[in-house]
């Protein structure tokens, strides 16, 4: 059974600080999107990683893929109030855009 | 583009009634998927369509649940009857094909309550 798993499922964080969300999956993949959800809307896309050793860059959010690893990262540098919403990753298993997401991560940014 | 158009935005509805949810895929996408979020399983993958063919329903939680899509532009989901438990989000989403790397663009959801 296919496990995606994020840590940590919530975090705190204060302006202009340096934070890590893990995405652990549990079988091959060379497939991983991030998707971002405000409260009470839709799944934003973020990014979309193709291949192992990616990495994608938008503002203060980077995004890296290890398929050997079978891990991904999102790593929020400076941090702002805006950055505030809940993180998810998922894995395409199949190559037809299934995709299975991870549990989320809940992010707080704190003035 | 208008994106992914979902209807209604809410609905609250009593338990044994039927719900229809509706959705219109973005323009010239191939893939249709519907999604359902909840607190306690997260966003699961209800089934898919390449082409107006569902290609995977094994996330259908039952057979009260069923999906179609009639044409390029159309789908609906339906829950008959409905039960308290189906209260969720439901999410449609489509993209442009299977090749790798595709963006999956999703709907603003449908929120049912049933009580």
């Known amino acids: 059974e296919l496990k995606v798993e994020q840590n940590p499922l919530f975090l705190s964080m204060q302006e202009g600080k340096n934070y890590t969300i893990y995405c652990n999956y549990s079988?091959?993949?060379?497939?991983l999107y991030w998707y971002r959800q405000d409260p009470g809307k839709s799944l934003e896309s973020l990014f979309v990683l193709l291949s192992n050793g990616a990495v994608k860059q938008e503002g203060r959010l980077m995004a890296s893929l290890d398929t050997k690893a079978r891990l991904s990262t999102l790593h929020i540098t400076a941090a702002v109030h805006d950055l505030s919403a809940t993180y998810f990753c998922a894995v395409d298993l199949t190559g037809a855009n299934n995709l299975f997401f991870g549990t989320g991560t809940r992010l707080t940014v704190i003035p | 583009d208008a994106g992914v158009i979902q209807s209604p935005r809410h609905e609250v509805t009593e338990m044994g009634q039927e719900v229809t949810l509706r959705c219109k895929p973005i323009s010239g996408h191939d893939y249709l998927f519907w999604y359902r979020q909840t607190m306690m399983r997260g966003l699961e993958l209800l089934i898919y369509f390449n082409n107006n063919v569902p290609i995977d329903d094994s996330g259908m939680p039952e057979d009260r649940f069923s999906a179609k899509m009639p044409n390029a532009s159309f789908s609906t989901l339906k829950i008959q009857p409905s039960e308290p438990r189906d209260s969720a989000v439901y999410f449609c989403?489509?993209?442009?094909?299977?090749?790798?790397?595709?963006?999956?663009?999703f709907g603003e959801g449908s929120w049912l309550t049933v009580v």
């Open positions: 079988t091959t993949s060379d497939r």
């Open positions: 989403a489509s993209s442009p094909g299977g090749r790798t790397g595709n963006t999956i663009y």
